[in-house]
């Protein structure tokens, strides 16, 4: 059968921007069959000189300085979404209304109410595919622990502990940019490893209804690139309580000044028959302890178990092998694998929009919590 041919365009060509090309040019190698055919259409940067840069180095066959140009492209199907976050109502909203399909980089938007116009947007938008780039949802480990949590393993829940740590801002010299400023980007750790996080755990653990957070800035200015000082306006640790639906109890922490992490994603959940837990930072491996196990005097068969997740990606994923070291950037391919092949099947994509949204809105309650000092609902 021959393969639907899909064109591409990409809005933003920086750090996010790259994966998701490199993730396009790796499908048909990783994939076989793979799920579409690809053009790279299009690319669209804010300068003239990085957007031909990006043409030749991604393959694009246009680089262009206006997104619209991208969305109004007939020869454009896929529209993707990898801008600062304060831009992304704009373009998902005008694609969708395009009539294209929407990949978007996370968080879904800069505040709530830009989150909800683009998630109406997208239920208006019925033959319009959706997804969030909310790639650890698609690690092999954090598969199985899905498998294990809705099967049933870890039984009644009692509470989880997560976290997504980073150190790359804890020199006072790195000079600000538009993550350090909340008319761009709405939020800081919270936004940019939180947003993350949170969706993982909703993913494994349930919805969230109420939260208790703390929000704190250290480095409160940073050398601008004039000569001058900025002033930072986002957090740089957040820490926050919350509770489920269900009734259990839940921490979770982002952070981008954990000195001596690299990039430590990581949870823990405990429940009356058994537990799960993971760091990115060894990937391969999923760890389980099944409380039904025997015991005895010396423990009997207890302990924590590593599940050798490795690259057990199901076909058609071909390269690399099971056995080999999974890595960061394989799971993006597989997050993006999974919403072209949603596209071309005509199914809704996961996670979507209205997973972005309730992301967001579990953020806006962390945000009203900070200032209000007590719990607020979701």
């Known amino acids: 059968m021959a393969l639907r041919e899909l064109g591409v365009g990409m809005i933003g060509y920086g750090f996010m921007g790259r994966m998701h090309t490199y993730a396009y040019h790796s499908l048909p190698f990783l994939y076989d069959p793979p799920p579409a055919r690809f053009r790279l259409e299009a690319v669209c940067t804010a300068h003239e000189e990085t957007a031909r840069k990006a043409a030749g180095q991604g393959g694009y066959e246009r680089a262009t300085t206006d997104f619209r140009q991208v969305i109004d492209d007939p020869r ?29 980089d996370k968080p879904l938007a800069a505040s709530l109410a830009d989150a909800e116009a683009i998630a109406a947007a997208a239920e208006k938008a019925p033959d319009s595919r959706h997804q969030m780039t909310f790639q650890y949802r698609f690690l092999p480990a954090t598969l199985r622990a899905k498998e294990l949590m809705d099967d049933g393993f870890v039984g009644r829940l009692f509470s989880y502990r997560a976290a997504y740590l980073h150190a790359g801002y804890v020199e006072a010299d790195r000079p600000i940019s538009w993550r350090l400023d909340a008319a761009a980007s709405g939020g800081g750790a919270l936004f940019d490893l939180g947003s993350h996080i949170i969706d993982l755990m909703r993913h494994l653990a349930g919805e969230i209804t109420r939260v208790s957070a703390t929000l704190k800035t250290f480095i409160t200015e940073r050398p601008d690139g004039k000569g001058g000082r900025g002033v930072v306006d986002v957090d740089d640790l957040a ?47 999923l760890w389980a302890y099944d409380h039904r196990e025997a015991t005895g005097p010396h423990g009997g068969n207890r302990g924590f178990k590593a599940i050798e997740t490795v690259q057990r990606y199901p076909r058609p994923a071909v390269l690399p092998g099971p056995k080999n070291a999974v890595g960061w950037m394989r799971a993006h391919i597989a997050c993006l694998h999974s919403f072209v092949t949603c596209v071309v099947e005509g199914r809704p994509a996961r996670p979507g929009f209205s997973d972005g949204l309730a992301a967001q809105r579990i953020m806006s309650a962390a945000q009203r919590s900070a200032k209000s000092g007590g719990w607020e609902s979701v």
């Open 239 to 285: 820490l926050m309580r919350v509770e489920l639906a269900g009734g259990a109890l839940g921490t979770i922490e982002s952070s981008r000044l954990a000195t001596g992490t690299n990039d430590e994603l990581r949870f823990e959940l405990h429940g009356d028959k058994g537990a799960l837990r993971f760091n990115l930072m060894d990937p391969n491996w």
């Open 76 to 104: 454009v199907d896929i529209v993707h979404v990898c801008t600062p976050n304060a831009a992304h109502r704009e373009a998902c909203v005008a694609a969708l209304e395009a009539g294209k399909h929407v990949y978007c």
